[in-house]
T-cell receptor
Framework: DVKVTQSSRYLVKRTGEKVFLECVQD?????MFWYRQDPGLGLRLIYF???????EKGDIPEGYSVSREKKERFSLILESASTNQTSMYLC?????????????FGEGSRLTVL | GNSVTQMEGPVTLSEEAFLTINCTYT??????LFWYVQYPGEGLQLLLK?????DKGSNKGFEATYRKETTSFHLEKGSVQVSDSAVYFC?????????????FGKGTTLSVSS
């Protein structure tokens, strides 16, 4: 069964802390994505990666960075957490090349910044 | 640019009622279209998809038809159940393009009562 695993379901951090959100997929997918989900705003793309060590900015990259050192792992980093980064973070992956574009999602990481 | 607009919720229905959630899109070319569902406390999962005009996606009693002439992909179910209560997201993506992400609507919350 395909699986995208996010390391933490719930996190509480303080303003200014550095935060790491980890995502691992076991499907050998080339493409991986980080979204944030907020009420009334839906899902917004933060960053994505279509290959190891490659990354592209999404719609709202400010305040975030990412790391993809291995194909199966895609990390989201908040260098200095702020209260407006309190949100649900969703990781997803999909195959590259010819495909219908279906994304597989993790269960989400709910981050609260105090 | 490309975008997805879906009807705002919440949608509140009684069990066995008919469901329609409207979704329209703005895009050039021929994107693939998706409906994702998010049950309480879970990540998103694919409900159904359609990859070309006039295709009908179906799953778990839900259906949606890719209508290029009206740029729509409305979700329907003939008889909803309490277990269908969830948030539904319409989305589009261009396949075969490295690094392209799903573009989501803002989501529609469905609440079904017995």
């Amino acid at each position: 069964d395909v699986k995208v695993t996010q390391s933490s379901r719930y996190l509480v951090k303080r303003t200014g802390e550095k935060v790491f959100l980890e995502c691992v997929q076991d499907m050998d997918h080339e493409n991986m994505f980080w979204y944030r989900q907020d009420p009334g705003l839906g899902l917004r793309l933060i960053y994505f990666s279509y290959d190891v060590k490659m990354k592209e900015k999404g719609d709202i990259p400010e305040g975030y960075s990412v790391s993809r050192e291995k194909k199966e792992r895609f990390s989201l980093i908040l260098e200095s957490a702020s209260t407006n980064q309190t949100s649900m973070y969703l990781c997803a992956s999909t195959t590259g090349g010819a495909n219908t574009g279906e994304l597989f999602f993790g269960e989400g990481s709910r981050l609260t910044v105090l | 640019g490309n975008s997805v607009t879906q009807m705002e919720g919440p949608v509140t229905l009684s069990e066995e009622a008919f469901l329609t959630i409207n979704c329209t899109y703005t895009a050039t070319g021929y994107p693939s279209l998706f409906w994702y569902v998010q049950y309480p406390g879970e990540g998103l999962q694919l409900l159904l998809k359609a990859t070309k005009a006039d295709d009908k996606g179906s799953n778990k009693g839900f259906e949606a038809t890719y209508r290029k002439e009206t740029t729509s992909f409305h979700l329907e179910k003939g008889s909803v159940q309490v277990s269908d209560s969830a948030v539904y997201f319409c989305a589009l993506r261009y396949p075969d393009q490295a690094g392209t992400a799903l573009i989501f609507g803002k989501g529609t919350t469905l609440s079904v009562s017995s």
